[in-house]
């Protein structure tokens, strides 16, 4: 006895397509406009640093303590032992973000178990 499998529409998968080129361009912007750029983090260093500039010093530290790499691990491990929804948008995202923002230690590995757990999502 053959058990098909489910399948799903072109607009589900497109949705997922779509959500996660979007945290990857979201996570790009960032690390390229952000971060990276040796004149923002020199601005940032004076006394009179702009106020957006504690902005980017969170983000620097979640890079710090790999927050992206963790969430995306827990999100990812989260989705295969209970399936949850928000866990796997959890895993799908914060992984991404992981990979993209110097965390792909634990990102990939959140992103390995939230893809095995997608499809039956």
Do not use: K
């Not at 020199?42 to 983000?59: F, H, K, L, S």
């Not at 796997?88 to 757990?117: K, Q």
């Amino acid at each position: 006895m053959t058990v098909a499998a489910p399948s799903w529409p072109r607009s589900r998968i497109m949705s997922w397509l779509i959500a996660g080129g979007a945290i990857l361009a979201l996570a790009l912007a960032l690390r390229y406009l952000l971060i990276e750029p040796h004149e923002i983090g020199i601005a940032c260093a004076n006394e009179d640093a702009p106020g957006w500039c504690a902005g980017r010093q969170a983000v620097v530290m979640m890079h710090i303590w790999q927050v992206w790499g963790w969430l995306g691990l827990a999100g990812g491990g989260l989705a295969i032992a209970f399936g949850w929804r928000w866990a796997i948008w959890l895993g799908l995202s914060m992984s991404l973000m992981g990979l993209v923002l110097y965390n792909s230690d634990f990102a990939a590995i959140g992103l390995m178990l939230t893809l095995l757990r997608l499809p039956r999502a």
